[in-house]
């Protein structure tokens, strides 16, 4: 049994979910990030499946997504990197109401997410040590390469992605591979390359820093998550809070 609440969060509306009767108890936290022009309800599955493991879940809605969006579908679509930078920003302040309102274990506090979500992961990887392990799925932290071709900005846009060449992580790396770390992607996407993963794993393995990396590959599958997704998921979540 679990429980589920639209609350809000530093000023952002988020789904809380919990295990039954443990919204006041002292629980192992995560922090999980939903895709672009998706909402936190549609990936609420990894909240019921992670509260189902015994772990707090805190799944806020991005910048223009779910119950923060204007309804302008077109300006969206030039916002991505924008957007993204506003998860990463929102982290710290989520983080502190977090810790406002409810018990909170410290060393047990935790990010994922997927597609920009897992973007988003990394991205809060790299700028928190705080956060205890971290999985990211279908995801990528080369953000200054990526945009080049997801998404690239037009030409007023360009200010959004090179604000972020602070939070790329390919001058970080020693910041993602010195927590547990889970990368999860499809063999065919088509939306986030599974290579931004491949690339990741092996600028890990080159610098040993990969002894706390899970690199899942799943073939066959586009841009999506799979039933076997979610169960490492949780079941890496499970191992490390």
Sequence with gaps: MIEIYTEQLAGIEVLHAVPAGKKESKLPVVFFYHG?????LVYSYFAVALAQAGIRVIMPDADQHGARFNGDDTARLYQFWSILKHNIDEFSPLYQALFEHYPVDERR????????GGMTALGIMARYPQVCCVASLMGSGYFMSLGHSLFPPRTEELESL??????DINHQLENIGNRPLLLW????DDVVPAA?????????????????????REAGVKHRITPTALEATSRFFSEHL
């Design 36 to 40: 672009f022009t998706s909402s936190k």
């Design 109 to 116: 506090v935790a990010v994922g997410g997927a597609s920009m």
């Design 162 to 167: 090179n604000a972020l060449a602070g939070y």
């Design 185 to 188: 992607h499809g063999e065919e």
């Design 196 to 216: 931004e993963t491949w690339r990741l794993q092996q600028a890990l393995i080159e610098k040993g820093l990969d002894k706390q990396m899970i690199c899942l």
